[in-house]
């Protein structure tokens, strides 16, 4: 079941990761280098080089989940100022939409 939220907190991987990477090389990723808990029930995303893949890694009661999302076209956005801190889920649903704050543009 999908169950994300805006009562989480969700962070960005500032690094391109490699997509061939599953359930335990991203909880590695996230123990060592994002030195963060992946037992909190925070969200992690991670997005390849091209930004074209992402992945969200979630602990949940029964295990752990893993979202994946492949764009058959354009990128996915990176938001801004987001090394330290939890990006917002409105910030997340716009990245995955493909919808930029500028009214103007929307990405493919």
């Avoid at 939220?5 to 490699?18: A, G, I, Q």
């Amino acid at each position: 079941m999908f169950s994300l939220n805006d009562s989480m907190r969700y962070w960005l991987y500032s690094e391109p990761t490699d997509m061939r990477k599953s359930f335990f090389s991203l909880s590695g990723i996230v123990t060592n280098l994002m030195k963060k808990d992946i037992l909190s029930g925070d969200v992690f995303i991670f997005l390849n080089r091209h930004r074209t893949r992402i992945k969200l890694l979630h602990m949940e009661s029964g295990g752990l989940v893993l979202y994946s999302k492949i764009l058959d076209g354009g990128t996915f956005v990176r938001p801004v100022n987001t090394a330290e801190r939890p990006i917002e889920w409105s910030d997340l649903v716009m990245m995955v939409e493909g919808i930029i704050e500028n009214p103007v543009y929307r990405r493919k």
